[in-house]
């Protein structure tokens, strides 16, 4: 990683040597942390710039930056090779890259796997090496979980620096935020049959195991838990699993978190709380909340509660609605989530959806801007290492079609015509039909 290292100083010269940029990230968790990262170390050296968030970077927005004289892209870039007709361009990204001219820091040209081992927040801090706590919210947000390679280098630096802690306990969403009904009841990663989103089981689970949900007549959280009530909890819900034909699922229970105990005790305590915090934001278009929220601004957080509110609740209506509606189009899951699911959140629909056995990806799409169709796909690590490569797929099967796409080999995203949609999905099976 030396030379990674390296380039990455160089990437912070070149940044810095910029006059007024035009900062340009990503909407969703990685990308807003990693936007932060930028403009916090542009603010800590007094530099002047300007921010602003996009769904994606294509014709349109690249016609619209060609007047500006400096820009900065952060969590894409590498993508798109149009990038090269602009003026003064530092990109910071971690997605799959080829034909880029303009001065780009990405972990994949050095050997660094960008969809598992360094997200674009990760490349951000080792070339700024400030906010360590928002290269590991970035790196949770894109499901790079547990941080392996440079992604662990980077959580050794800040458990170095007390800034992170690393726990060893239940994975579910809201340990020190959430009342522990609701805790339990919309915890849905994994999914607990005739628990989740039934809030009077959940209710008569803890009253079952006599585990108090309240002391000193104030609500408790899992965090409060003593060990023991924990892990008579985590037991049971176990055996409901197990009881339920879920064996498989049981082992995602427990795992790796990680603490920011400089950050106040609410969403942004921990960084899978945070990361969906940050997605609630981006994804909604209020990225400036998000940015607000990871430099500590306390009227940023209030906002960004109500808007994690309505992303929780799109998220559930996502679910409710994928678990009677996915396809099985034989090389591929298909989910058609046309005026059901939004287009901001239909590759997290189908991140949650996608089961680690499953033997082919899934393919989600939605109503998108401009008489477009957003397409998401994810596939699983085992596909991967059987040689899939979403990425490349999706940004081969899009280039003839009028569209944009790329991204990783386990996830990918598009967008194209919305009359050409099944001549993609005509395109695409034929080239997953390869891999068999």
């Not at 030396?2 to 040597?17: H, I, L, P, R, V």
């Not at 602003?52 to 969590?75: G, H, Q, S, T």
């Not at 935020?177 to 008569?204: C, K, M, T």
């Not at 678990?323 to 591929?332: E, K, L, T, V």
């Amino acid at each position: 990683m030396e030379d990674f290292f390296e380039a990455c100083g160089e990437a912070k010269k070149t940044a810095f040597s910029f006059k007024e940029p035009l900062i340009v990230h990503h909407h969703d968790a990685d990308g807003v942390a990693s936007g932060a990262i930028v403009v916090s170390a542009f603010l800590k050296e007094g530099r002047k710039f300007r921010r602003e968030c996009i769904k994606k970077l294509d014709d349109n927005a690249i016609e619209r930056y060609k007047k500006e004289k400096e820009i900065i892209f952060v969590d894409l870039g590498g993508g798109n090779e149009r990038v090269n007709e602009l003026q003064d361009v530092l990109i910071i990204d971690h997605h799959q890259t080829s034909e880029i001219k303009k001065h780009q820091i990405n972990p994949l040209l050095y050997g660094i796997d960008g969809s598992d081992e360094l997200s674009a927040s990760g490349t951000a801090y080792f070339v700024f090496r400030n906010d360590v706590d928002l290269g590991i919210v970035g790196a949770v947000g894109d499901m790079q979980w547990p941080l392996t390679g440079a992604n662990r280098k980077m959580l050794e630096e800040g458990v170095k620096s007390e800034k992170v802690t690393v726990e060893e306990d239940l994975k579910f969403y809201g340990r020190y935020s959430r009342p522990l009904v609701q805790f339990l009841a919309y915890s849905d990663d994994p999914y607990v049959p005739g628990i989740s989103y039934r809030e009077d089981r959940a209710f008569q689970l803890f009253k079952d195991l006599k585990i108090p949900i309240e002391e000193d007549g104030k609500g408790r959280v899992y965090a409060d838990l003593d060990d023991g009530e924990k892990k008579k909890l985590i037991s049971t819900i176990a055996n409901i699993m197990i009881e339920r034909g879920q064996i498989s699922k049981v082992e995602e229970l427990v795992g790796e978190s990680y603490i920011f105990p400089l950050r106040p005790r609410n969403e942004t305590y921990e960084a899978n709380e945070f990361s969906t915090v940050l997605n609630a934001c981006g994804r909604w278009g209020h990225a400036e909340v998000g940015i607000s929220v990871c430099l500590g601004e306390k009227n940023g957080y209030e906002k960004a509660r109500g808007l994690l509110q309505i992303h929780r609740k799109m998220l559930r209506g996502g679910m409710e609605y994928t678990a009677g509606n996915m396809q099985d189009f034989g090389n591929f899951f298909f989910l058609d989530g046309r005026g059901h699911i939004n287009e901001s959140i239909i590759g997290t629909v189908c991140g949650m959806a996608t089961q680690q056995s499953w033997k082919k990806p899934i393919v989600g799409i939605a109503k998108g801007e401009n008489a477009t169709i957003k397409i998401s796909t994810r596939g699983t690590r085992r596909l991967v290492n059987e040689g899939l490569n979403l990425g490349k797929m999706l940004r081969e099967s899009v280039a003839d079609i009028g569209g944009v796409g790329g991204g990783h080999r386990i996830a990918a995203g598009a967008s194209i015509p919305k009359e050409k949609i099944n001549e993609f999905l005509l395109m695409l099976s034929k080239k997953l039909e390869k891999l068999d």
